[in-house]
């Protein structure tokens, strides 16, 4: 089985302009955790995701505290996110993202996601997004496969 076989070809992805704002909007809506940075050619460039919108919008000395409910400073955390808002994706976005090929097997994807603790691996075709493979797009390979085919397909 190949990430191809598995990985979802419809993708939300956003262009490194897109604000902080809108990239948090698409992600509530569509209910992702993350989203594919594209540039106008369509290339991938990375990743922004829920993390990235949190740590930036998290003010440097509650960072550091760890604790924000117990430190009871929400209002900085309010006015860091305020101030992220307008800016654009492309300054907080993680250009180091874990990506992976079409022909890569389903286990090696499902190995990177655990050992780099990522829940989303883009697939991308000489720096093209092709689609993206989550864990949800595994467990739905491995039930369709190993608990409900008589097949003994690996």
Known sequence: MRASEAMARKVCSVGPET????AARIMCVSGHGSLP????DGRFLGVVSKYDLVRHCLPGYLEEVGDLYRSGEFQPFLEKAK???GAPVAGIMDTRAVVGSEDMPLAEVASLMVTR?????????QG???GVIG????????AEIAFCSTSTEP
Do not use: G
């Open 135 to 142: 864990l949800q797009d595994v467990i739905s390979k491995l």
């Open 37 to 40: 940075v594209l540039d106008a």
């Open 19 to 22: 604000t902080v704002a809108e």
């Open 128 to 130: 093209k997004l092709l």
């Open 83 to 85: 101030e992220l808002a």
């Open 117 to 125: 603790h990522v829940h989303q691996i883009p697939v991308l075709r």
